[in-house]
């Protein structure tokens, strides 16, 4: 898969801001003066009025929205138990979050009770000093352990640095590794990719044994363009923020940043005869704001 080089992009966040802001004061003088003329303009006074809520509605309160999304995957015929994963991702820290909401995530995700926990990529939105802000995730613990991958955006200023403060953490790195974990006599295999922008990712991963259950964490979406049918059951990644801001029935109204765009932005999708989760991540990058689309943490029960 091509790599996209991102090191030199501009930080666009204050122009999306500026931009916000006046179409917000612009809607709220047309709802002023619809309202002034009385009559039929009442109406459309009424529309503007609602369009300049729902700006500030997206860009200062629905972000702090955090939601739980659970999801339930039979990974064999039979399941003799159950493994909870918790899977958190897209923090972009240094952009809008401050550490206080970061601890409010970590306090909902040790709330799970999680087997395991699994951190999806893009911890920073541009410089590496601003990771701090996650301290707050050396208090998570999960049974079975807490691993992650790297995102495109860890990548933008030295990848290194963000691996060692989360291995400081607690957490294991597991880009481009594998693991098999056991809960009450059963196994299910794990593989970690590295991304598929930035990083070098080794696709398909691989199945130490072909009759365990197997899932891939990877950042980006696109990735399983690159599987087939049976190279994983389950793939779970991030990087979409599910566009931030959405419309009911329309969807998103920015542009997905993936190859497979509105076709696997948010939710369980099914992509090569691969069953696939998108997570909507806990941060914002570039626009600060969410709308009909809060950030989330993922919680999947595998049976096994």
């Not at 072909?210 to 087939?228: G, K, Q």
Request: some cysteine; hydrophobic content about 40%; proline content about 5%.
């Amino acid at each position: 898969m091509k790599k996209m080089n991102l090191r030199y992009r501009p930080d666009l966040s204050r122009y999306y801001d500026g931009l916000s802001l006046a179409a917000a004061i612009i809607a709220i003088y047309f709802a002023y003066q619809a309202f002034l003329a009385g009559g039929y303009w009442r109406p459309v006074g009424f529309v503007f009025g609602f369009g300049a809520a729902l700006i500030a509605y997206g860009m200062f309160a629905a972000p702090k929205r955090l939601v739980v999304s659970r999801y339930r995957e039979k990974l064999v015929h039979k399941p003799e138990t159950w493994l909870r994963l918790v899977f958190a991702s897209d923090f972009h820290t240094g952009e809008f979050k401050r550490a206080e909401w970061y601890e409010k995530v970590v306090l909902e995700i040790q709330a799970l009770d999680p087997d395991v926990i699994f951190l999806g990529g893009d911890y920073v939105e541009f410089e590496v000093e601003s990771i701090g802000a996650l301290e707050s995730l050396k208090k998570l613990h999960a049974h079975l352990g807490k691993y992650f991958i790297l995102g495109n955006h860890d990548y933008l200023d030295r990848p290194q640095d963000v691996r060692n403060f989360l291995s400081g953490l607690g957490f294991a790195d597991l880009t481009n590794g594998h693991l098999t974990l056991k809960k009450e006599g059963r196994y299910l295999q794990i593989s970690g990719l590295d991304d598929c922008w930035q990083g070098h990712p080794e696709i398909p991963p691989i199945r130490a044994a072909e009759h365990l259950p197997h899932i891939t964490f990877t950042h980006d979406p696109d990735a399983v363009l690159d599987f087939s049918a049976g190279d994983t059951d389950l793939l779970v990644c991030g990087h979409t923020h599910g566009g931030q801001i959405r419309l009911p029935v329309l969807g998103s109204l920015l542009p997905i940043p993936t190859k497979l765009g509105r076709a696997a932005d948010k939710g369980r999708k099914i992509v090569n005869a691969i069953p696939l989760i998108v997570s909507s991540g806990c941060g914002e990058s570039e626009v600060r704001a969410r709308l009909f689309n809060p950030a989330e943490i993922v919680v999947v029960e595998l049976g096994i």
